[in-house]
């Protein structure tokens, strides 16, 4: 079952802050974060293991609440390079049901 | 770099004509995926593979199948293409079942079904 993401767009100026939230109703592996630009394909941010266990880029956070199925992704002090569309991935069944994305997060970042 | 291969980028075919996409990796991954995404839209899930001989249908029900014989291969066909089949097709793949691996999409395949 695919995850939910909110909120479905986000418009910023350049050096504010935003979380994007991804929620599941069923019980999670994995969470992946994923950028999209237009006519590119989706690029790799960080991914959240049950357990604690995570992996990402430096200046990208995240969280994991393994208790409610949620995860949020944090973007601080924006940058006109993080427009895009984000989004969350879930892995469920122990790893095996597949990599399931959300709908996405579109994100404009004005100067 | 991602080393993830997906031909041809762009296909304009006919109705009812059999097409393959192809997707090659070479990183080794046990983990394969076929999305299908309309453009500013959602990453839809069709099929997926954790290993040789392993395929799964995704959320998303599709008319296309897939075979995993070789690790590094993973294409996708359709018997019979529709107008409805016209979309953006995104192959991807990640480690091994017991890693927390990324996973490394393709450029994609546009089609596009007349």
């Known amino acids: 079952q695919q995850p939910v993401q909110s909120p479905q767009a986000v418009i910023l100026r350049e050096g504010e802050d935003a979380v994007i939230n991804c929620s599941s109703s069923k019980a999670l592996y994995s969470v992946h974060w994923y950028r999209q630009k237009h006519g590119e394909a989706p690029v790799f941010l960080m991914i959240?293991?049950?357990?604690?266990e995570q992996k990402g880029h430096e200046k990208i956070s995240a969280s994991f609440n393994e208790k409610k199925q949620q995860s949020s992704l944090y973007l601080t002090a924006s940058q006109l390079s993080y427009s895009g569309t984000y989004f969350c991935?879930?892995?469920?069944?122990?790893?095996?049901?597949?990599?399931?994305f959300g709908k996405g997060t579109h994100l404009i970042i004005q100067p | 770099e991602a080393d993830i291969y997906q031909t041809p980028r762009y296909l304009v075919i006919g109705t009812g004509k059999k097409i393959t996409l192809e997707c090659s990796q070479t990183?080794?991954?046990?983990?394969m995926y076929w999305y299908q995404q309309d453009p500013g839209m959602e990453l839809h899930l069709i099929h997926y593979s954790y290993g040789v001989n392993s395929t799964e249908k995704g959320d998303l029900s599709s008319e296309s199948t897939v075979s995993r014989i070789r690790t590094e291969h993973f294409p996708l066909t359709l018997e019979s293409a529709r107008p409805s089949h016209t979309s953006q097709y995104l192959c991807a793949s990640s480690g091994t079942l017991d890693s927390l691996d990324e996973a490394f999409f393709g450029q994609g395949t546009r089609l596009t079904v007349v």
């Open positions: 959240l293991l049950k357990g604690g």
């Open positions: 990183m080794g991954h046990d983990k």
């Open positions: 991935g879930t892995e469920s069944g122990g790893g095996a049901d597949g990599l399931t």
